[in-house]
């Protein structure tokens, strides 16, 4: 029998939880078995998008008033094209978003993490079927979980984002830094996984911390040097870096939070209890270029982007799944990270090569959290309107 559990994990998803602090950077959690593969194409007999860009800002000043937030980023794109990017609100008090400001980009992370990943797979430093025992040998199951499962989602390890006593502890210390070894050492500490590895698809935060050790380890390179001669200089996305702290490059549009009893300002609360499913930041221009580029297979072969795009085996046979870091949802790819008071969301249609980028930060309105993604979602009715994103 098939089963097929589509849950948000975003902040507001773990908000039961935590009061309305922390949240999940993983667009979804998908829980399943079965088979299937994808083949996403352009469909001709769709209608063409909605690119109107006065109606779609005035599309966007409607939901930033409706949602409550504080301010909204938004760019959205044909091909290289810009047809419109936006800023909304204001970052403090009296100081006015700008379409320039950086923001942590929680888990929209992943998938430069999977284009990193292929490149070196591709430079033979490292194989999808490699056991991660090799690096990490006295892990838990490390001799039956390969490179390829962590990627997919299809590992088992439990996500340490949704123990409480963990959501607790990054809540009550929110300026605390957590090192990748203690992460995976909350995922690990029941001895137990959540499933036989390779045998369903669930989100976990955890196996990404666990791909910092298995890639400094093969390269003998830092994480942060990798990404920049990988991807960023190739395609001079000088605006995105990788947190090392909690330190963000200006401008920086500021975000917020009330999940301490008390709206305060977390736009440098420490993010290092992401571990490596959320360690970038960027702004609208960059992301808006690379997540075309990420959905076209830019610097890797035509092979190993059907790798990063395809239903894992261990997935559901329909529906929505995680590829290498990113959701596929009714023909889109697609994240919605909530991240210390961000919340973001993208959705890159390869069929009609549109993409749309959404940032929102919480204003003292708790209706305010978690709305990039429904705002994203609304956008898509209007622009794509015969293929909406959906999950």
């Known amino acids: ?51 109107d860009s006065t109606e779609i800002r005035t599309q966007l000043e409607e939901l930033k008033a409706s949602s409550k937030v504080k301010a909204l980023l938004a760019t959205v794109r044909v091909g290289e094209e810009e047809v419109l990017t936006v800023a909304l609100g204001e970052s403090m008090t009296n100081v006015p978003a700008t379409t320039d400001m950086h923001v942590r980009i929680g888990g929209i992370s992943q998938t430069f993490l999977g284009t990193l990943l292929m490149r070196l797979v591709e430079r033979g430093d490292i194989s999808l079927d490699d056991k991660i025992s090799k690096w990490m040998p006295d892990l838990l199951a490390a001799d039956r979980v390969t490179v390829g499962m962590l990627i997919s989602n299809t590992s088992g390890y439990k996500d340490y984002v949704v123990d409480p ?37 669930q989100y976990s935060h955890s196996g990404y911390s666990i791909f910092f050790f298995a890639i400094e380890g093969t390269t003998e390179k830092k994480m942060p040097d990798l990404y920049r001669e990988l991807v960023f200089e190739p395609l001079a996305l000088n605006n995105t870096g990788y947190s090392l702290n909690a ?13 301490r009893e008390v709206y305060e300002d977390s736009t440098f609360w420490d993010p290092t209890w992401t571990g490596e499913s959320g360690p970038l930041y960027s702004n609208l221009d960059d992301l808006g270029r690379w997540l075309r580029l990420h959905g076209t297979g830019a610097l890797i072969s035509r092979e190993s982007f059907q790798k990063v795009i395809e239903r894992p085996a261990a997935a559901n046979d329909s529906g929505p799944y995680l590829g290498f870091g990113f959701i596929v949802a009714n023909g889109w790819y697609a994240q919605n990270p909530g991240f210390n008071g961000f919340s973001g969301a993208y959705g890159y249609l390869p069929s009609q090569d549109i993409t749309i980028v959404v940032f929102t930060t919480e204003s003292t309105d708790p209706a305010s959290q978690a709305q990039a993604i429904q705002i994203l979602k609304s956008l898509t009715e209007t622009i794509t309107p015969a293929t909406p994103l959906s999950f």
């Open 247 to 259: 330190d963000l490059p200006s401008p920086v549009l500021h975000a917020f939070s009330s999940g």
């Open 165 to 201: 006593d963990v959501v607790e502890l990054i809540s009550n210390e929110p300026l605390r830094a957590f090192s990748r070894q203690e992460l995976i050492d909350f995922s690990v500490e029941s001895g137990e996984l959540n499933f036989e590895p390779g045998t369903r698809q």
């Open 1 to 51: 029998m098939k089963k097929n559990v589509l849950g948000l994990h975003t902040r507001a998803g773990i908000t039961l939880l935590t009061k309305h602090f922390i949240a999940g950077l993983a667009v979804v959690l998908l829980s399943s078995c079965g088979h299937s593969s994808l083949n996403v194409s352009a469909d001709p007999l769709l209608p063409p998008p909605n690119l």
